[in-house]
């Protein structure tokens, strides 16, 4: 590639745009053509234009307005919206990002026109291959022509498969620099004391998989866990629209007794919320990271995690979605909790950089 790269950014979905965020920034600062594409995967102002605005991202340049279906229309959908995009645009690099429907749509898209993919995150692996992510995390890193991964451990995954190492590169974890430009800014804004809640003696919920929250007797025991956990002290539960959806169809006949259930929170009061919190009780992968660079107890409902390298710092533990698990979990992340965050290896705010590095001035990281 001779001179700056003209990239193609495609995001959909609430956990892309923070990773995107970092990108783009540096990017501009390049001054690299960047193309941003909204497949519109997620559509909701709480679920997408409220982070573009608490990121400073620039409006997206097309929106593929794609919304919400199975995973095959929607994934048909950003495929067909997509297609002319890349053709008019002409991009020599599309990025994707994360494990999204939205993200391995892109990624056939891209490849299929010989266009160059390349995949931030590439490599997390869950081997959990009932989960939708995983499936469209093995495909998109399969398809990927430059694999950006946020750990050594994903390193090792992609190598397993036979994925040969020129084409991947150690950059880092891109959420965390989204998080460190946040961080400052989210504290000053004194959610926690708006809510009328203390440093360190409330909890923090997010629970929206498929696996936790569409079987009624799963997410009725759920409900009641938060609830017998609140009786102990401040449980707030910002509700993911599937979520929401799923304890109507209960029909009240789960108990939220005690339990802050909460419209979906902007990316700056949550980062808020979650930095002063005891404790958070996630299904999230980017929880799981954010509360590890936070030095955050999380407490992740789910039988595998993606993210391993969050457990083995000691901030992150896996649980069954039972009473007695959670219960359990949460006392002893709470009693264990790290006297200083853990310090992990290019979490460290300049992911965004070596990204750009690697696709502007043909940079390595190994
Ligand atoms: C998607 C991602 C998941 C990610 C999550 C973050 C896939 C396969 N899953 O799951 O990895 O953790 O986003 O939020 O891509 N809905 C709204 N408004 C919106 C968006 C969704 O009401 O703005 C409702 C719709 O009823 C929709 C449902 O939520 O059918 C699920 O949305 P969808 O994007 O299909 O999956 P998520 O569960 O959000």
Partial sequence: MTGLPSVLSVVGARPNFMKLAPVARALAARGARHVIVHTGQHYDPEMSDAFFRDLHLPRPDHALGVGSGSHAHQTAAVMQGLEPVCVAEQPDVVLVYGDVN???????????LGITVAHVEAGLRSRDRTMPEELNRIVTDHLADLL?????????NLA???IPAERV??????????????????????????????????????????NNVDDPDTLRELLETLSLLAADGPVLFPVHPRTRAQIGRLNGTATTRGVRLLDPLPYLEMLALVSDAALVITDSGGLQEETTWLGVPCVTVRPTTERPITCAVGTNRLVAPRRAAIQE????AVAERPATPPVLERWDGSTGERIAAVLCDGARFD
Avoid: C, W
């Fill in 102 to 112: 939205s993200t391995v749509a892109a990624a056939l898209v891209a490849a299929k």
């Fill in 148 to 156: 950006l991964a946020p750990s050594r451990d994903a390193l090792d």
């Fill in 160 to 162: 397993q498969e036979g």
């Fill in 169 to 210: 590169q150690f950059v880092g974890n891109v959420m965390i620099d989204a998080l460190k430009v946040a961080l400052p800014g989210a504290r000053a804004l004194e959610v926690p004391q708006r809510h009328g809640l203390t440093e360190r003696a409330y909890t923090m919920v997010t629970l929206h998989r498929p």
């Fill in 329 to 332: 979990a949460a006392l002893s």
